[in-house]
């Protein structure tokens, strides 16, 4: 039996939201270590990889390892009926030929069930080899994502490229229309072993950048975490003071 539960139910939403656009249907792998999905668009241009560690749930338990066939459109229009704050459960019997899903409110006041009809899929993986690329850029992800959105009304291409220069800098333009965005900026990076310069279809640009809030979602937790490292430390600062005024007034 397979069984995850995700106290933050949004986050399988903008899952599905990233992936919809770019395949209809797909295997889901699980296994004790989590989900796994492998999937190519229909014109098999691009390939989604997906990865959900089973310390990502809230609770995770998984029996045998199991290969679901699922709809994605399907299972995000069922999605969108949960609230962005309910927990979601996804539930699976071994050999069964539906998947679970139940939506909770965070109250305990409402609880819905769905159960999604799975697919005979016969998918092959496919290995990705591992590459050595001659130009790495990070940058914030909503950032990128709005360069691709804003180029995209002008043209149908994006031309990406990396050139060497006082200031390293990665460039995306189409005919009529040029964004630079320079090193010099603390949230860039650019590490660069050689001159690139790459054209990609906006449309996929756009599909792919569709996966930005997770990034987001990830920051959120580490800046809390963050905070809650000062505050101990604040705290120790004040206790040491005090133990030296004691020794002070005993002197």
Not at 51 to 79: D, H, P, Q, W
Not at 97 to 111: G, H, I, M, R, S
């Amino acid at each position: 039996m397979f069984e995850a539960l995700l106290v933050q139910g949004s986050i399988l939403k903008k899952v599905l939201e990233a992936l919809k656009d770019l395949t209809n249907e797909a295997c889901w792998d699980i296994s004790s270590g989590g989900v796994n999905l492998q999937s190519m668009d229909l014109s098999h241009i691009s390939l989604v990889q997906l990865t959900l560690c089973s310390e990502g749930f809230n609770t995770y338990s998984c029996n045998r390892n199991l290969a679901m066939g699922v709809n994605l459109t399907s299972m995000s229009k069922i999605l969108k009926c949960a609230g962005n704050e309910d927990i979601i459960t996804l539930r699976a019997e071994d050999n069964a030929d539906t998947l679970v899903l139940v939506f909770e409110a965070p109250n305990q006041e409402k609880a819905s069930d769905y159960e999604m009809k799975l697919m005979d899929l016969d998918v092959e993986q496919l290995g990705i080899p591992e590459q050595e690329y001659s130009c790495i850029v990070k940058m914030p992800s909503g950032e990128f994502a709005r360069l691709c959105r804003d180029l995209s009304h002008i043209g149908d291409a994006a031309v990406i490229s990396c050139a060497k220069s006082r200031v390293k800098r990665l460039e995306m333009d189409t005919l009529s229309c040029h964004k630079q965005v320079d090193k010099e900026e603390e949230t860039v990076t650019v590490e660069m072993n050689e001159l690139v310069q790459l054209t990609f279809a906006q449309r996929y640009l756009n599909f792919f950048t569709k996966g930005t809030p997770l990034s987001s979602m990830k920051k959120k937790k580490k800046k809390k975490k963050k905070k809650k490292k000062k505050k101990k430390k604040k705290k120790k600062k004040k206790k040491k003071k005090k133990k030296k005024k004691k020794k002070k007034k005993k002197k």
